[in-house]
């Protein structure tokens, strides 16, 4: 079964602009993941964020984590074509660190 | 390219045969997973070792599947009597000391 839901399940802007994309989740965290995948390809972590942490910055990646809400948000500043892919976000309820994901969010950055 | 590997990268086969894929994962991470990922959807767990210890395993891993990393390096994961079903991508991912998991490139099977 799957623990995160990404929104939107699609998403096409220009490039330079900013892509948000959200992750809702069902249960309690110990971290949570968000990883990018190129079209067929294998997935590439992005950043970490722990379930004691509100925001973390990484380049142009911003993360928050609303553990309250159950969410978590993934901003991508001044969005290139290279960005291009689908991103998947995923939590590790404990310290087995099994990686529960969401269905991703397919993200198309126009020329 | 992340150091994990996985072999083959494509496989195609017909109902009812048995398939193996391996994983290389980085040298010295002690901690692989084993996912499954259909089209349009996010990867879902199935089984995970420490060393060579198989501490984990999904529901969705039925006795047709089985998987094994004898001296805790890399691991081979075996599909019996495949079934149109298991058609899917199969990732593989290591840990090292921290959380981030390192990613194969997957095998993607097709049973005809």
């Known amino acids: 079964s799957q623990q995160g839901e990404e929104d939107p399940q699609a998403l096409s802007i220009q490039e330079g602009e900013n892509a948000t994309m959200n992750c809702s989740y069902k249960?309690?965290?110990?971290?949570l993941q968000w990883y990018r995948q190129n079209s067929g390809r294998g997935l590439v972590h992005l950043i970490l964020?722990?379930?004691n942490e509100r925001e973390k910055h990484s380049g142009r990646l911003r993360v928050t984590l609303d553990t309250s809400k159950k969410s978590s948000s993934l901003l991508i500043t001044a969005s290139r074509a290279a960005d291009t892919a689908s991103y998947f976000c995923?939590?590790?309820?404990?310290?087995?660190?099994?990686?529960?994901w969401g269905a991703g969010t397919k993200l198309i950055i126009k020329p | 390219d992340t150091g994990v590997s996985q072999d083959p990268r494509h496989k195609i086969t017909k109902r009812g045969q048995n398939v193996t894929f391996r994983c290389d994962p980085i040298?010295?991470?002690?901690?692989l997973y084993w996912y499954r990922q259909t089209l349009g959807q996010g990867p879902e767990f199935l089984t995970y070792?420490?060393?060579?210890?198989?501490?984990?395993k999904s529901r969705l891993l039925s006795d047709r599947f089985s998987a094994e990393r004898p001296k805790g390096s890399f691991s081979t994961l075996e599909i019996q009597r495949t079934e149109q079903g298991d058609s899917a991508m199969y990732l593989c991912?290591?840990?090292?000391?921290?959380?981030?998991?390192?990613f194969g490139p997957g095998t993607r099977l097709l049973v005809l």
């Open positions: 040298s010295e991470h002690n901690r």
């Open positions: 964020i722990r379930s």
């Open positions: 995923a939590t590790a309820q404990d310290s087995n660190y099994q990686l529960i």
């Open positions: 991912a290591s840990v090292g000391g921290g959380e981030t998991q390192y």
């Open positions: 070792f420490q060393n060579e210890a198989q501490l984990e």
């Open positions: 249960t309690s965290i110990n971290n």
